[in-house]
């Protein structure tokens, strides 16, 4: 009996939250039982080398042109058509309904749907427009008519993309995203030295892409705040993001005289590290899906203070976070800062129960998919 083929519709497959979960799955899939391909709309992207060095194909298609959208239908189609898959995973959010019923037409039997996010806003606060809403609507029809499994990150992700009845139906199932928690367990007490380490700054750690959604304006707020009221603690911000926020957020920086305060480290490769050379964890997202950025956080013991502007179901439950509103201000938030940084880290034992109970590693996360794929 030959492998089961599996097909990943995820965006670019570049660098992002939705991109390395769906890397988990591949990494600890059973090479002799699937073979998992992936589209992606860019040449190169970052993890074309892992994938086909783990094994599966990296195939670029066009980005959908809504003027002349025939060219990335008739493209997706080919790829299904003739690669001979018997799973197609689709993580498109709305536009998943076309990846939907294009599996179909192509005969494939299996049409898996994830949801990954509770909104689809761009963080603007602007509303939604009557043509969105309406594409919205016909999407979700497409995604209930041509799918035969549904999956969500977190109820409200399955509310958003399928509606709630969708949750009680058998196919419907909740599957939390995940991390690899290894490097974090093996590495739970070991004590960092050299960067940001002993220089009298205590260090509270945000990881996150630099766009409007993530809110690293207001980490400036909360900064300015920290430095009025004279406390050495310095927010670390790791990642990348739009050039035009990216700049809005350095001069924000810049100007408020908070290079000390707030430090901007671009991508990095050693998150576990700073973790650990970090006292406590902030998230003050507009909204998220599942982060797993905080399901890390929490596999550090890390103390977190995050926005209430997602599932609670990411919490590990053992008592590590404060949950805020936006509303409450940048002097509330750096109250909680001030909080957290005093707390203890949380006890290895709890944190390898709650990841065990609420199955948060990546290890079962590809158990769970894989099953779906059977």
Known sequence: MGKTKVLVITGSMHMGGLENQMMHLLRNADKDEFQIDFTSTMEQPYYRDEIERLGGKCIQIPDMDWKKPQEYCR????????????????????????????????GIKKRIVHAHSWSDGDGTGKKRSPVRALYNAVMRSM?????????????????????????????????FNSVDTTKF???????????????????????????????????TKIAAELKARGDKIRILCAGNGDR????????????????????MLGARDDVDVLMRKSQAFVLPSQYEGMPLVKIEAQASGLPCVAANTFSHEVDYEIGTVKWMELSDGAAAWADALESAVRMKR?????????????????????????????
């Open 143 to 175: 995604i209930l008519k041509y799918s035969t499994v549904q999956v969500a990150c977190s109820t409200l992700a399955g509310e958003f993309l399928y509606g709630k009845e969708t949750l009680k139906k058998s196919s419907y199932h909740l599957v």
């Open 346 to 374: 949380a006890k290895k034992e709890d944190v390898v129960q709650a990841i065990e109970t609420k199955r948060f590693d990546s290890r079962m996360f590809a158990e769970t998919i894989c099953s779906l794929y059977r």
């Open 185 to 219: 367990i093996e590495q739970y007490d070991r004590q960092e030295t050299g960067e940001f380490c002993d220089d009298g700054w205590t260090n509270v750690l945000h990881v996150g892409r630099v766009i409007v959604l993530k809110n690293q304006l207001f980490l």
């Open 75 to 106: 493209a997706v189609y080919q790829v299904m058509r003739n690669g001979g898959y018997d799973v197609v995973h689709a993580n498109e959010l709305f536009h998943s309904g076309i990846v939907l019923k294009l599996a179909y037409q192509a």
């Open 244 to 263: 035009e926020y990216v700049e809005q957020v350095q001069n924000a920086i810049r100007e408020g005289g908070l290079s000390d305060y707030m430090k």
